[in-house]
């Protein structure tokens, strides 16, 4: 079992940063694919970043690409992102997730991950 807390959610202006933690805890493998998704009120929840938790691929929805940037600290078991020059339609509850296929493909769809945290509310006031 693998358990998600996300950390590092709250309120910030236009054009400012903020940097969302996932602590991870259980038996993560380096295969694993580690993802941020976000859900807007009244939309679907979509993919935002993901990598491997080895480290060796990235990948970003094209409205990430440029202002946030997905890491792992191997050492702290947390995955990071952080976002810059935020803007009021980033405002979602992100979400940090697991793959444990092990296969590294579909690293953009939701039903690929088996692992969930609770969220955290990013709000971008204008």
């Known amino acids: 079992q693998v358990q998600l807390v996300e950390s590092g959610g709250g309120l910030v202006q236009v054009g400012g940063s903020l940097r969302l933690s996932c602590a991870a805890s259980?038996?993560?493998?380096?295969?694993?694919?580690m993802g941020w998704f976000r859900q807007a009120p009244g939309a679907e929840r979509k993919f935002v970043a993901a990598?491997?938790?080895?480290?060796?691929?990235?990948y970003y929805a094209d409205s990430a690409l440029g202002r946030f940037t997905i890491s792992i600290d191997n050492a702290k078991n947390t995955v990071y992102l952080q976002m810059d020059n935020l803007k009021p339609e980033d405002t979602a509850v992100y979400y940090c997730a697991a793959d444990s296929s092990g296969d590294g493909g579909s690293w953009y769809a939701e039903w690929k991950y088996d692992y969930w945290g609770q969220g955290t509310q990013v709000t971008v006031a204008s």
């Open positions: 259980g038996r993560i493998f380096s295969t694993y694919t």
């Open positions: 990598m491997t938790w080895s480290g060796g691929s990235t």
